[in-house]
């Protein structure tokens, strides 16, 4: 009789606790044991931790997996049972851990791999094999991809998060505390009469008591300072959305600035030569040309294509010099400039701040970080089983996606949803710049490298985004090689690795729609390939997000700098706008305070959530990736504590890329 000594860890999350029973049984490759109960008088509650011991007539062999079986207490009574994790230890005096991390239901069985990771061709005992197969096919039916909108990446295949499984669902206190938030800014607005109000506002000021309980620094500048062409241009370097500004060597035939224009802005220079120097940049949103704006509490809306023009001066400022609100020049399409009366300058930024809103939160937020992680995340769950190095590496960075996003679709998006009712850039037009988006997307803009390299932007100075970001980039590299490096020794095993090619397939197909020209691989052929495709999607998921999503009611809560809807067409001439006229363009009252509601939300961190390479799930139980691991997080603490010194000495401090204020996932 030999003994193996099981302890059992049960979750430390709410209701993670049962009252039923537990069978376990183990298997080995010379033998499995006895399905035995794990009954115990207390139960297995919240966050304990219990051993017991399994009796065999003989040693198991080298231990394949655990499988757990859950029964009615008396037949009668039966609830969910969260375990975080299984540790067998063997006669031989080996300790074998088996992560779980799931919920188990009654009636179910689970079975749980070793923590050690790894590939296809790797697994050569014949139940292994059989393992990852009924994972794999179990999983391909629990998520299934759909059509969203032709044109745009595929989604899961669920219309209500409560029909996910429990594992990959938010946890009850997330899920409590969104509610309770969102739930709380309504009741807040519809208590002061605010939402269905369709004033406009009288003066800019009236906005200020709105603010009075969610004030930042951040917030308080642009309050101060959001009509300053400095704030205006610095925005483009590290506002919500710093991917828009490229370096402009050649204008473009539709945008005739002359010097006789700016020679006043560039201090008698003349605009060849400030190109030539590499200080001319442009601000193109020709992806907004020809969308009909929404309509919003019966009144129609109106979206323009501008085009920006910038100037970095001596100093190190990014100033706006030139702004054409349309794209096709004409007599009726004026290129507005800083020289311009105050009123006709403040509304022509007015529309380019619009222009950004529906730019970003469309093209930059939800299509380049949220439908990409849903599609890194199905593919993820369908592709790659639990013993898979891959999968142990991305799980922690899929945590909450579905269910945020489903959350999007059916109350930001949908027809009804805040941004079909609220916003410029709702309803049809949203979608057709959806496919717009998606394209034009490419690998090399995803790659933050190659896209910062792509748009002319290593030496521009003051650009917090581009130098915490490459950063970040690094770090992150450096892990991902690391950690790949030590599976994939060779590129004959990335090649033969049939779920990893299965799983970069799914991703072309699915979510670039097998679309040669976005530089998306299709499979992978070397080590290299690989490691820069998963530094991109772990960055991607984390970093990018943190930098277009954080931010949202710092620089949105003060209504003007982002506007979500504009009420009255461009100006086709110059001289005729007044402040009457700005206040008549700007959003309604009704509109501005749910704008700012629903802005609210997306940037509130839940106290569920789990900042970059922090790790809850105890996956690896080798010694070279726990090491990894560690100099990880070492990694980004160095960086963190970087990133606030540099911050101690800067007037507006950029706090979006500090690895403490990174997510792991896309969970907001």
Known sequence: MVIYTVTVNTGDRLLAGTTSYIYIQLRGTEDESDEQSLNCVQGFWQGSVKDFQIDCKAPLGELIDVQLYSKPFMGLLYDQWFCDKITISTPEGDKILFPCYNWLDWNERLALRPAKASLVFQDTNLIAQKLRMRELDEQQKLFRWRVYAEGTPQVIDCDSACSLPPEVRFSFTKESEFYFSAGKQLALLKLTGLADCRKSWENISQLEPILCDNRSETIEYCQEHWDEDEFFGYQFLNGLNPMMIQ????????????????????????????????????????????????????????????????????????????????????????????????????????????????????????????????????????????????????????????????????????????????????????????????????????????????????????????????????????????????????????????????????????????????????????????????????????????????????????????????????????????????????????????????????????????????????????????????????DLGKLADLIEERNKKLELPYTYLSPRNVDNSVAI
Request: aromatic share 10%; proline share 6%; charged share 20%.
């Open 247 to 634: 370096l402009c060597s050649t204008l473009p035939e539709n945008f005739p600035v002359t010097d006789d224009m700016v020679k006043g802005s560039l201090g008698g220079s003349s605009l060849e030569q400030e190109m030539e120097k590499g200080n001319i940049f442009l601000s193109d949103y020709k992806m907004l040309d020809e969308l009909v704006g929404n309509v919003v509490s019966g009144r129609q809306q109106y979206l323009t294509a501008p085009l920006v023009l910038l100037y970095c001066n001596p100093q190190g400022m990014m100033l706006p010099i030139a702004i054409q609100l349309r794209q096709k020049p004409g007599e009726d399409n004026p290129i507005f400039l800083p020289t311009d009366s105050k009123a006709d300058w403040k509304l022509a930024k007015i529309f380019v701040r619009n222009a950004e809103f529906g730019v970003h939160e469309v093209d930059f937020h939800l299509l380049r970080t949220h439908l990409l992680a849903e599609v890194f995340t199905v593919a993820t769950l369908r592709n790659l089983p639990s013993p898979h190095p891959l999968h142990k590496l991305l799980f922690p960075h899929i945590r909450y996606t579905l269910q945020i996003n489903i959350m999007a679709r059916n109350q930001l998006i949908s027809k009804d949803g805040a941004i079909t009712t609220y916003a410029g850039v709702g309803g049809e037009s949203l979608e057709k710049l959806l496919k717009r988006a998606t394209a034009s997307l490419t690998y090399s803009a995803l790659c933050l490298p190659d896209n910062i390299s792509e748009r002319g932007l290593e030496t521009v100075p003051n650009y917090y985004y581009r130098d915490d970001g490459m950063k970040l980039w690094n770090i992150i590299n450096k892990f991902v090689a690391a950690l790949l490096s030590h599976y994939y020794q060779h590129d004959v095993n990335v090649q033969k690795d049939t779920e990893l090619q299965s799983w970069i397939s799914e991703i072309f197909t699915k979510g670039f729609l097998g679309r040669d020209s976005s530089g998306i691989p299709s499979s992978f052929q070397t080590l290299k390939e690989l490691i820069k495709f998963v530094t991109m999607v772990i960055f991607t998921v984390s970093a990018q997000h943190a930098a277009v999503n954080n931010g949202q009611f710092d620089f949105g809560g003060w209504m003007p700098n982002y506007p979500t809807a504009l009420r009255q067409p461009p100006p086709k001439e110059k001289g005729q706008t007044t402040e009457d006229t700005i206040m008549e363009t700007l959003p309604d009252v009704g509109t501005t305070v749910n704008g700012m509601a629903v802005l609210a939300l997306l940037s509130k961190d839940s106290a569920d959530h789990y900042p970059l390479g922090n790790f809850p799930e105890h996956l690896y139980d080798e010694e070279v990736p726990c090491k990894l691991i560690e100099d990880f997080q070492k």
